[in-house]
């Protein structure tokens, strides 16, 4: 990445939605289960304000020249384990195609782990598809450690 090129990282707000919506349909499984275009469906809206309204939620863009190059979405979860240690549960991690590969992914992450480590967590988490080698590849030279087997139940079918 340019030494010059700036990135800067601020909750996302309404208008950045269908540029979120965007980078989460940019890749093969997104493409699958994302609806991005014009008009968006309504709960992609509600699913925004719920997680606005939130204070264990935040909703994480990441800036460069005024544009969406990166989202993510941050969760605070309490937890007994860790002895009573709250959790940083990482979702939705995007980068746009034209910025993968500059270092972007890694200076979001970074952020998002000093943000947790600010806030006293114990644990940083989160959960990639085995289809994503890349981003399996990412994590692990990162610092992140698959350490446990994640699963899922998913309730509804597209």
């Known amino acids: 990445m340019p030494h010059d090129l700036q990135v800067s990282f601020r909750e996302a707000k309404r208008d950045d939605i269908p540029a979120i919506v965007g980078l989460l349909a940019d890749d093969p499984l997104g ?14 809206w509600t699913a925004y304000e719920a997680i606005d309204r939130d204070p264990n939620n935040m909703l994480i863009v990441a800036e460069i020249d005024g544009r969406v190059a990166g989202t993510l979405q941050l ?6 384990t860790y002895t009573g240690g709250e959790r940083a549960q ?3 991690i995007r ?14 992450i970074a952020w998002v ?14 959960t990639t598809d085995r289809q994503r080698p890349d981003a399996i590849r990412f994590y692990q030279k990162i610092g992140f450690v698959p350490s446990h087997m994640g ?7 597209r």
């Open 151 to 157: 699963m899922k139940y998913h309730l509804t079918d």
């Open 31 to 44: 493409s699958t289960r994302e609806t991005p275009g014009e008009e968006l469906p309504e709960a992609y």
């Open 113 to 126: 782990v000093e943000q947790a480590r600010a806030r006293g967590c114990r644990v940083v988490q989160l």
């Open 95 to 108: 980068v746009a195609a034209e910025q993968r590969g500059h270092g972007v992914g890694q200076k979001l």
């Open 90 to 92: 990482i979702e939705g």
């Open 75 to 80: 969760t605070y979860i309490p937890s007994l």
